[in-house]
């Protein structure tokens, strides 16, 4: 099988459990964002945030995607690596979709656009992109998967696992939230709704738009969009 149960059965995090599948959504949103940023540094030969939210290199984007593959190693577990090719491509381009659609739908903005290439959907995804997240798919249960989950067993002490877990649930919790409501504001900006509360006014001063097109440079406004706004999510 691809993921085997080891380690110590008295670990907070052991099997797959709660305190598991957050260590791994908080593993990807941290290494996702490693990842994509030394990948535009290759190619594009300059640094680029690469970041989903205001506080931490930390990418919501690559915690879910890291939690829906791991589920979905109960599924693949015995299967072949065709399996686990195909299953990898629907989740992850059915994910990619979702995003976009879901933070245009919420902020009227987008942050890629495969418009311009090769047997897109809606611009959202993209038949090469799905490749690459069936490839990922394949090293994740095979490779990454087993060794995080070792990593977290031996490297996470279990005497303060539980609470050192529940710190970092209330910091990702309250780091969503502030980057949310923060991305909202500038599109309330943009549409020129003044600040309604303390709270907003708060947004306004803290995270203006030149502070957040540093954080989100690929994010732009849907009606300002025109086919080149394209990059990795």
Known sequence: ??????????????????????????????????????????VDHRFMSR????????????GIGGLLMTVCCIWF???????????????GGGFEYFCSWLQETLTGTVSWDYSEMAFNLNGRINLLYCFFWGILALVWVKELYPRISNWIEGHVPNSIGITLSWV????????????????????????????????????????????????????????QLDGTAGGEP
């Open 1 to 42: 099988p691809p993921v085997k149960d080891t380690g110590d059965p008295k670990h907070f995090a052991h099997g797959l459990n709660f305190y598991k599948l957050f260590w791994v959504f908080f593993i990807c949103c941290f290494l996702g964002v490693v990842m994509e940023t030394v990948f535009v540094l290759a």
């Open 51 to 62: 970041t989903g939210l205001v506080w931490g290199p930390f990418n919501l984007v690559y």
């Open 77 to 91: 577990k015995g299967k072949s690596d065709r399996w686990i090719f195909a299953g990898g491509m629907l989740i």
């Open 168 to 223: 970092l649930i209330v910091f990702m919790l309250a780091n969503s939230f502030v980057s949310g409501a923060a991305v909202l504001r500038m599109a309330g900006r943009y549409e020129g709704l003044p600040a309604a509360n303390g709270f907003t006014r708060w947004l306004d001063q803290a995270y203006p738009d030149d502070k957040l097109a540093k954080i989100y440079p690929s994010m732009m406004h849907v009606d």
